[in-house]
């Protein structure tokens, strides 16, 4: 079965440094999407992107947070000053269209920020 | 979305049917029931959707209420690897794939 792949799976960053994390969607899939979960809390919303736009964002993905498709095969989220707060896995997910269809998750990237 | 009620834990033997239960008592008409699970922090997995009548796949079975305010996953022959939470979650079904997480209920399969 197709998989969103995620790299790194672990990333370890400074306060205020920038961190980009990238996210390989499956391959006819249209709709691209990042979550978070804070070590114990729920899985929460950031972005879902479609056509090069972001297409929704929660209060969550503020200034800091920006979201890309540099290259039609690759999804990045980039924390341009990362906050210890910001320490979470973050999962990509994708669909094939934006309508009552499933989500595939990526496996996640661990980010620590110290 | 609606809001959805769900027990946090839930113990299962393995090769046993794990009913788990959900409440959605404010649904609407065109509000869609999705189950996801998590297994061990990995990526939420898709497990099954409805809207009112009962589903099955190659995973589990959906068995949702007349009058669409609960509904029921049902695993047949649970096993070991089935441990993990699962996410019951209302959805909107003209637009839109966002997903509202809640905490789920943690299933745990034992010998």
């Known amino acids: 079965e197709p998989e969103v792949t995620q790299t790194p799976s672990h990333q370890v960053t400074q306060m205020g440094q920038e961190v980009i994390l990238r996210c390989v969607p499956i391959s006819n899939h249209l709709y691209f999407y990042w979550y978070r979960q804070i070590l114990g809390q729920k899985v929460e919303f950031l972005v879902s992107?479609?056509?090069?736009?972001?297409?929704?964002k929660s209060e969550i993905f503020d200034d800091q947070f920006s979201v890309e498709r540099p290259d039609g095969s690759n999804f990045t989220l980039k924390i341009r000053s990362t906050k210890l707060e910001d320490s979470a896995m973050y999962f990509c997910?994708?669909?094939?269209?934006?309508?009552?269809?499933?989500?595939?998750f990526g496996s996640g990237t661990q980010l620590s920020v110290l | 979305d609606a809001k959805t009620t769900q027990p946090p834990s839930m113990d299962c033997a393995e090769g046993r049917a794990a009913n788990l239960p959900c409440n959605h008592s404010?649904?609407?008409?065109?509000?869609?029931v999705y189950w996801y699970r998590q297994i061990h922090s990995q990526g939420p997995q898709y497990i099954i959707h409805g809207l009112k009548n009962n589903e099955t796949n190659e995973m589990a079975s959906l068995i949702i209420t007349e009058d669409r305010k609960s509904s029921t996953l049902i695993l047949p022959h649970a096993t070991l690897r089935d441990t993990a939470v699962y996410y019951c979650i209302v959805r909107q079904g003209g637009g839109g794939n966002k997903l509202t997480f809640g905490t789920g209920t943690q299933l745990k399969v034992e010998l």
């Open positions: 997910a994708s669909s094939r269209t934006g309508f009552n269809e499933k989500l595939f």
């Open positions: 404010t649904i609407s008409g065109n509000e869609y």
């Open positions: 992107f479609y056509n090069n736009e972001i297409s929704e």
